[in-house]
């Protein structure tokens, strides 16, 4: 039984349009730990994607939240609109009260390599990879007030580590997180916020052929591919006052994958 360390927060979670994903994983972690969830979802952005997602799922997750003890909203919402930070702020003191964590999980991601590269499909990235959750970070910022406690987490794919041939849009503005980290964390210290990123890895989110898996699978060490839950443990140790003293961290919990 998870201890319900997270008991009287609020937890605002993007990207949390399909029940494989990432996003439904993190929001179950912190429902478990007590905290009320507010989340967001894009469904034109997944449904577009190969893995796509059912029309419903958004709804499912909602009740699957709610089933677990706590309070849960959602909102569908293109975090690419230059309003949306404020805007989904807005609607998550109205419903749950002044926000405790803030989990910036949503991101955008069409492959491309640099003979393919155009500035369109550059911005398209920056506008949900780097805008929208440091904008949506200092809007939390703002708002907070309590003085301690107050936890943002940013997620990364480990670009520092090494290339990811195919991948430069999603590379350079994913990139560009880990350096907001490092500074944004000092800036905000003095209102009690901690700010920290978590690198998941290669994560099985229903994303992988089996082709990839096999091509995968020798690269972990423990013998399997991460999976959501992985990572969610991770952050839902990061929203938690044990974590009060982690800050300005980019956390690469991949299992020990090989890159080389």
Not at 69 to 82: A, P
Not at 140 to 149: E, I, M, P, W
Request: charged residues 25%; aromatic residues 8%.
């Amino acid at each position: 039984m998870t201890l319900r360390l997270l008991k009287g927060k609020t937890a605002i979670v993007t990207g949390v349009s399909r029940m494989k994903g990432i996003g439904a994983a993190i929001c179950e972690a912190l429902a478990e730990a007590g905290a009320d969830i507010f989340f967001t979802y894009w469904s034109a952005y997944d449904e577009s994607m190969p893995w796509g997602m059912e029309r419903n799922e958004p709804q499912w997750m909602k009740r699957k939240i709610e089933e677990l003890g706590v309070t849960c909203h959602c909102l569908e919402m293109d975090l690419s609109k230059e309003d949306a930070p404020r805007q989904l702020l807005q609607a998550a003191i109205h419903t749950l009260g002044e926000p405790d964590i803030l989990v910036n999980n949503a991101c955008y991601s069409d492959r491309s390599d640099y003979s393919s590269l155009t500035s369109d499909m550059l911005d398209r990235h920056y506008l949900v990879n780097v805008r929208a959750p440091i904008m949506l970070s200092v809007e939390f910022a703002k708002v907070f007030q309590k003085q301690r406690g107050g936890r943002i987490i940013m997620m990364t794919s480990g670009q520092s580590l090494g290339p990811m041939p195919g991948e430069i849009a999603y590379v350079a503005t994913k990139g560009a997180i880990e350096a907001f980290v490092k500074t944004f964390a000092v800036e905000v210290a003095e209102k009690g916020i901690t700010v920290n990123a978590v690198n998941p890895g290669p994560t099985d989110t229903g994303w992988m052929d089996e082709e990839i898996k096999q091509q995968l699978l020798p690269k972990f060490p423990f013998g399997r591919i991460g999976t959501p839950h992985d990572a969610a443990r991770l952050i839902r140790f990061l929203a938690s006052e044990e974590a009060e003293w982690i800050t300005g961290q980019v956390i690469h919990s991949e299992g020990g994958f090989i890159r080389n």
